[in-house]
């Protein structure tokens, strides 16, 4: 007996059998999200207070200065950042589901039917693929911060260690992990590969797959901690620029 083709039923926003408070999950992901977006922005285009004795702020390293560049250093350094969180798979399940309700959560109804749905196909969406290129620059960049963070531990030419020196060695950790915790890195060392063994480097390929992957399952934890620990490393060293903020000496 034949059987009459399902017909297409148009969702409606928020339809769903759930009866948890699924709303909720959005909520931290708009805050810190949305805050951080507004944040970085406007302390792109500022400019100024930056640097203060031996910190450097992360938005502005590596501190680039031209002739023909008038505006702030911090445009010239933020995209390959930026583009790194932006295609991040995890990131990008985040800011579909806050902020384009693409859908709100899963099981949720999303605002009216999509015939015309193409994924990641299509731009501008297509530019997500490019996630593992910016994985490169994201390496490079570390380069930069931990060069900074070792510079932190020098005052006047002498060894000290103060509150900034902590603040952005705690920073350039968290985003070392988020780094390596990378969904395409992991893919990279060893997550295409079917047999260890039979492939050239096989067993350090599986320790650096099998350490990725430890990192990986904390992927979310470091996505968040670092994003948190970026802006505050950044908004006290402007503190201290502008001074608002004394730096405490430790040693």
């Avoid at 769903?16 to 708009?30: G, H």
């Avoid at 406007?42 to 560049?69: D, I, T």
């Avoid at 015309?116 to 299509?122: A, D, I, K």
Wanted: glycine share 8%; charged share 15%; hydrophobic share 45%.
């Amino acid at each position: 007996m034949a059987s009459s083709p399902v017909p297409n039923r148009t969702t409606h926003l928020g339809e769903t059998q759930r009866r948890d408070a699924w709303w909720l999950e959005l909520l931290p992901i708009i805050i810190l999200f949305g805050g951080f977006g507004i944040y970085a922005t406007a302390r792109a285009f500022e400019g100024k207070f930056y640097e203060w004795g031996p910190y450097l702020s992360p938005f502005y390293s590596p501190l680039l200065s031209f002739s023909w560049w008038r505006f702030s250093p911090a445009l010239l350094i933020l995209g390959a950042p930026l583009g790194f969180r932006t295609t991040c798979y995890y990131y990008r399940k985040a800011y579909y589901r806050a902020f384009f309700l693409d859908p709100p959560a899963c099981t949720v109804g999303e605002p009216g039917f999509r015939k015309n749905y193409s994924g990641e196909r299509r731009f501008p969406f297509i530019l997500q693929n490019v996630h593992r290129y910016f994985l490169y620059l994201a390496i490079l960049f570390l380069c930069f911060l931990w060069y900074d963070a070792i510079r932190a531990f020098v005052f006047d030419g002498k060894f000290g260690i103060g509150l900034g020196t902590l603040i952005m060695l705690l920073d350039v950790c968290l985003l070392t992990a988020y780094t390596f915790s990378c969904h395409s890195l992991r893919h990279i060392v060893g997550g295409k590969l079917d047999c260890f063994s039979c492939a050239t480097f096989g067993v350090p390929r599986h320790s650096a797959w099998s350490l990725v992957s430890v990192l990986n399952e904390r992927h979310m934890i470091f996505a968040w901690a670092s994003l948190v620990s970026v802006g505050a490393t950044d908004f006290y060293i402007r503190m201290l620029a502008s001074g608002a903020f004394k730096d405490i000496r430790i040693l």
